[in-house]
T-cell receptor, first 114, second 116 residues
Framework: GEDVEQSLFLSVREGDSSVINCTYT??????LYWYKQEPGAGLQLLTY?????DMKQDQRLTVLLNKKDKHLSLRIADTQTGDSAIYFC??????????????FGRGTSLIVHP | EAQVTQNPRYLITVTGKKLTVTCSQN?????MSWYRQDPGLGLRQIYY???????DKGDVPEGYKVSRKEKRNFPLILESPSPNQTSLYFC???????????????FGEGSRLTVL
């Protein structure tokens, strides 16, 4: 079965780096995602990584994928108060018909304090 | 503007009074899905649809119905709401064919439902 696990809370000081971790169980996952949910809003895709990659960097965001350990992490450099949100890890194996149906973790609430 | 629109955004109702939460997307997506979000439980999938007239149960379908008569619409129906259906509901859509297809889900703003 599929299962995605992540810690529920992370608190960091403004300007520090944040690292949010996630483990998943489906070894056939093709895409792994990080979604961000700001207060009062729906989820939005923050970044994703294809399963044949180890790392992806996009400005302040770094995604690391360890396929052997089925571990995904999101690092946010120079964390700002605007980064306070819930971050969801998700995985998608390639389903029949060429579609991807994601499984989400429970979300990590990132709290950034001055 | 590409978007997923849900209505109503907020609703307070009473036990047993049928209600429908509408969802519409303007991106010609084949895949649509409903989730509920509860504290400490994250997102749980209620129903999903791979295309018109094709629907399947998710992880928590009890007490809900859906239909997919048109590609753009995917309403969520609560025939007899109960207090344990008090939650924040999200509709989402995604393309399943064509390129680039990364499986990105596009979410609505959410519908907060309270059942008294």
């Amino acid at each position: 079965g599929e299962d995605v696990e992540q810690s529920l809370f992370l608190s960091v000081r403004e300007g520090d780096s944040s690292v949010i971790n996630c483990t998943y169980t489906d070894s056939s996952s093709t895409y792994l995602y990080w979604y961000k949910q700001e207060p009062g809003a729906g989820l939005q895709l923050l970044t994703y990584i294809f399963s044949n990659m180890d790392m992806k960097q996009d400005q302040r965001l770094t995604v690391l994928l360890n396929k052997k350990d089925k571990h995904l992490s999101l690092r946010i450099a120079d964390t700002q108060t605007g980064d306070s949100a819930i971050y969801f890890c998700a995985e998608s194996p390639l389903a029949s018909g060429g579609s991807y149906i994601p499984t989400f973790g429970r979300g990590t609430s990132l709290i950034v304090h001055p | 503007e590409a978007q997923v629109t849900q209505n109503p955004r907020y609703l307070i109702t009473v036990t047993g009074k049928k209600l429908t939460v509408t969802c519409s997307q303007n991106m010609n997506h084949e895949y649509m899905s409903w989730y509920r979000q509860d504290p400490g439980l994250g997102l749980r999938q209620i129903y999903y649809s791979m295309n018109v007239e094709v629907t399947d149960k998710g992880d928590v379908p009890e007490g809900y119905k859906v239909s997919r008569k048109e590609k753009r619409n995917f309403p969520l129906i609560l025939e007899s709401p109960s207090p344990n259906q008090t939650s924040l509901y999200f509709c989402a859509s995604s393309m399943t064919s064509g390129a680039p297809n990364t499986g990105e889900l596009f979410f609505g703003e959410g519908s907060r439902l309270t059942v008294l």
